[in-house]
């Protein structure tokens, strides 16, 4: 399974991008996947469609959007890129805009990347490196950081907690946002100790319709839980996927301790 470091390789990525708005933003990064032999142009504009038809949710974290569509033939291979932009841009989020970091993700199944997102969404989570990621002065002391973050930490041997439940993280998707998401939440059900006793798992609008009589609780962005509407179980907003803090307190509240 690819690494970070392999699926965002120093060519894909780029620092000080001028943009005039989201759109540009996200063509910037749908150009360099297209540069790597990623995708083609009708990935990028697909991406864009993705944001018109479901909103702003790709932003996922103030300033940070997460780029992505549906897999499909206009993905060659899954892989990566990232722009930080010259000047930040809006794209119409309620709480994390405006945005100066666009990552994008192609990808060619639902199972590829999910390691690397994981490594992302912790690398991203940790305001250290994080920082570390929105400062580095080249690209190649940014893969360096991505580089460091391949191989760290997997769950904790034992687990104690309540009876084994699942909670769903949903996107538009299903291959981009709610991964991250779902990363972050597992982090902190491993730091509670209740990574075996609870189950997450990462899906799109459609099938979480279908799935929702199968959790104790639905976790997405403000957007995605207004085209949900009611599925008859719990179903919380979270406004910084990559927030171990705002998931804990979102846990907290779901499970009442």
């Known amino acids: 399974m690819a690494t970070l470091s392999e699926l965002l390789p120093i060519e894909a990525i780029r620092l000080d991008v001028p943009a005039a708005d989201w759109r540009r933003a996200v063509t910037a990064a749908g150009e360099l996947l297209v540069a790597n032999g990623t995708s083609t142009d009708a990935y ?42 010259e000047e930040p841009v809006e794209f119409g989020h309620e709480a994390n805009d405006p945005v100066t970091l666009v990552v994008a ?12 997102m994981a490594a992302l969404a912790r690398l991203l989570a940790n305001p250290d490196t994080e920082q570390g990621l929105r400062e580095a ?32 993280t949903v996107c538009g998707n299903g291959v981009g946002t709610s991964l991250f998401l779902k990363n972050t939440l597992e982090q902190v059900l491993d730091r509670w100790g209740w ?14 319709k279908g799935k929702a009589s199968e959790a104790a609780a639905i976790f997405t962005s403000r957007e995605i839980a207004r085209t949900l509407g009611d599925v008859g179980v719990p179903v919380k907003v979270v406004e910084d996927f990559t927030s171990t803090t705002e998931v804990d307190r979102t846990l907290r509240d779901t499970y009442d301790v």
């Open 44 to 85: 990028t504009a697909e991406m864009i469609a993705n944001v018109e038809e479901n909103g702003p949710y790709i932003v996922i974290a103030p300033g940070f959007a997460f780029a992505h569509a549906r897999p499909s033939p206009a993905v060659l291979r899954t892989g990566m890129s990232w722009v930080r932009l």
């Open 105 to 116: 993700l192609a990808a060619r199944d639902a199972g590829a990347h999910t390691a690397a």
């Open 137 to 168: 002065p080249t690209p190649e002391a940014l893969h360096l950081l991505l580089v460091e973050a391949d191989g760290r930490t997997e769950k904790k041997a034992d687990a104690t907690g309540p009876a084994v439940q699942k909670i769903l």
């Open 195 to 208: 990574d075996r006793n609870i189950t997450v798992e990462a899906t799109d609008t459609i099938s979480a």
